[in-house]
């Protein structure tokens, strides 16, 4: 599973970053962002959750 952030999307809620921290981030600009590469098999259902919890449907999985 992949999962990035869609950054004309993103209000910048922080739901995602605090639900799974280990794999969104809060970048420069403010908005989330999402780790590089595979999310861990672990977290996938957390990411799961929380594009589910986005108020802004911003989170797209792969
Ligand atoms: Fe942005 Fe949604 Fe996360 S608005 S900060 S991608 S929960």
Known sequence: MKTTVDP???I???ICT???PDVFF???DGLAEANP???PANL???VREAAEEC???AILIE
Do not use: F, I, T, Y
């Open 12 to 14: 910048s809620c922080a």
């Open 18 to 20: 605090n639900m799974v």
């Open 55 to 57: 108020p802004a449907d």
């Open 8 to 10: 004309d999307l993103c």
């Open 44 to 46: 996938e259902d957390q």
């Open 37 to 39: 590469g595979d999310v």
């Open 26 to 28: 809060m970048n420069d």
